[in-house]
């Protein structure tokens, strides 16, 4: 690595080490204030609470990272144009292009990091930030599981499996209910079309019951609807859904495999998938937008113009890829598209502006 490459990585990683640092302590300082009040009343000890806050930590960075390598390029770049050592750069022969290489390879090396995080840091410690949340700090223990490809749960005498948990609609669909007696056997079986949760009840809908207390074989009626007496909380079941956002890549595709196959829609769980890889790699586009952005502006570079571009930018493809994604959940577009669409635009005008700047 010649002198400049270090040179430059050095300057781009004491900026994004300041940029993510402060980021991160607000963004922890905010949901201190937030969540201490509500675990301080439900009684949890400060050890759990610190546990929680670390355990966040990896999301954190996971979400902060884009934007604070977008805001360190800016500012590198910038107060390396104000000391006019780009010009010096420029004078000695040195290409813009060379200038940029270090950063170019260290936002490749940031995309990798932050897609490693993703898939194999951030599932693990949300599962057990979970964990310390409701059993330590809230002393709330749960039966309801999220667990690959189905959702399962146990209430006394009565087990419940359901394929899809829909929010909007406060519906399980493809759900079956089993009746076990006091040694644990089955004594009737309920498979339903869906569960619809209504003035805190359950209501199975296009249900066939099996029952098997006659010995051998086993006696089967149909019902349009009935009452259940699971008592499974809608809140429980939220909890699950937001895990989703949470999950890795493999395990949000085994999950969209398994919708599929039992012929439900699958857009939203394969519009998160993508995305896993998709949020990653705004790192990298984040490297190539900020890049010819900073050298357009070197005259006028600083503080000032880096933070407040940093903002803009920021703010407009975190609305971009928000849009998108919305369209690629409900199935308007395709969720491949819907994933990569917002990096795909802005990697396009970080190209734009380089081809287009006049040396």
Request: charge should be positive.
């Amino acid at each position: 690595m010649s002198i400049l490459a270090r040179y430059m990585a050095r300057a781009w990683l004491r900026m994004l080490a300041l940029c993510l640092g402060s980021f991160l302590s607000v963004y922890l300082v905010l949901d201190m204030m937030d969540k201490i009040p509500r675990f301080v009343r439900a009684g949890g000890a400060a050890g759990d609470m610190a546990a929680f806050f670390l355990l966040k930590i990896p999301e954190m960075i996971g979400q902060t990272a884009p934007f604070s390598i977008l805001m360190a390029t800016l500012l590198t770049l910038g107060f390396l144009s104000r000391s006019n050592e780009i010009t010096a750069m420029r004078s000695s022969g040195i290409s813009l292009g060379r200038i940029a290489l270090p950063l170019v390879m260290l936002g490749v090396l940031a995309s990798l990091l932050l897609l490693g995080n993703a898939e194999f840091v951030v599932p693990r410690c949300y599962e057990q930030m979970e964990r310390v949340e409701r059993v330590a700090i809230r002393k709330q223990g749960s039966n309801a599981v999220f667990k690959r490809n189905n959702i399962w749960f146990r209430s006394d005498s009565m087990i419940l499996q359901a394929q899809l948990f829909d929010p909007p609609a406060r519906m399980l669909k493809g759900v079956i209910v089993w009746n076990l007696d006091a040694t644990l056997n089955p004594v009737s079986r309920i498979d339903a079309e869906r569960a619809e949760y209504r003035n805190g009840t359950w209501t199975l809908h296009n249900l066939e019951i099996k029952d098997f207390s006659r010995g051998r074989g086993y006696l089967s009626t149909r019902a349009s609807a009935m009452d259940s007496t699971l008592n499974l909380r809608i809140d429980d079941l939220k909890v699950l859904d937001n895990n989703a956002d949470n999950l890795s890549f493999r395990k949000l595709r085994e999950y969209a495999a398994s919708l599929k196959n039992g012929g439900y829609p699958a857009h939203r769980y394969l519009a998160m998938m993508h995305a896993k890889l998709a949020v990653p790699c705004a790192a990298f586009v984040m490297v190539i937008l900020g890049i010819p952005f900073a050298m357009r502006n070197s005259r006028s570079g600083g503080i000032a113009l880096g933070i407040g571009a940093s903002i803009a930018i920021g703010f407009a493809y975190f609305v971009a890829h928000a849009v998108l994604m919305s369209y690629g959940r409900s199935g308007v577009l395709p969720p491949l598209l819907a994933a990569w669409g917002a990096n795909l635009l802005f990697a396009a005008g970080g190209i734009w502006l380089t081809m287009s700047r006049k040396e």
